[in-house]
């Protein structure tokens, strides 16, 4: 379930797009909800998901309930869509200092105006933070062990072709 703090668009076109939601979800019903007990809701935004067209360009602030954490097709994410869940679960975890390096050094990898070294370089720094002895070691909220092993691996492959 995908829940959001106000309208996620006005017409069901406008909530296909900015949701990035595929071609087979028609969109055609928004309805409110009530959660009736405490909830564990992971916030981020949604990503874009040009698979499914150029209009897919997303980005409305969401939360998702516990349990839907990773993307239904995982392999759709990029650098960008990988560092902001890991930080996003970082900081719900408590662990800020971590995510704003995540943060900062993934933002040195995709400046296209660093020099290729210096992408390199903070590509390799991430990649360490990847392994099961740093960030793999940390307790993340509502994230299964294997669950974040698997995204920390996407990341540090995704971070190896740069």
């Known amino acids: 379930m995908f829940v959001t703090r106000g309208s996620a668009g006005a017409t069901a076109a406008d909530r296909r797009a900015n949701l990035a939601l595929p071609p087979n979800n028609s969109a055609t019903y928004e309805g409110n909800i009530a959660l009736t007990k405490d909830q564990v809701l992971l916030e981020g935004k949604v990503a874009p998901q040009l698979q499914w067209g150029q209009t897919k360009l997303a980005g409305v602030a969401g939360r998702h309930l516990r349990g839907q954490i990773h993307r239904s097709n995982d392999a759709t994410m990029n650098i960008r869509a990988c560092s902001d869940l890991i930080c996003d679960h970082l900081t719900q975890s408590s662990f800020q200092k ?14 296209e105006t660093a020099s290729l070294s210096a992408r390199q370089d903070a590509a390799k720094q991430l990649i360490s933070r990847c392994h099961v002895k740093w960030l793999g070691d940390y307790f993340i909220v509502g994230v299964s062990y294997d669950q974040w092993l698997k995204l920390l691996t996407q990341f540090s492959k995704l971070l190896s072709k740069v």
């Open 98 to 111: 971590e995510a704003d390096e995540v943060r900062q050094l993934t933002d040195a990898v995709l400046n």
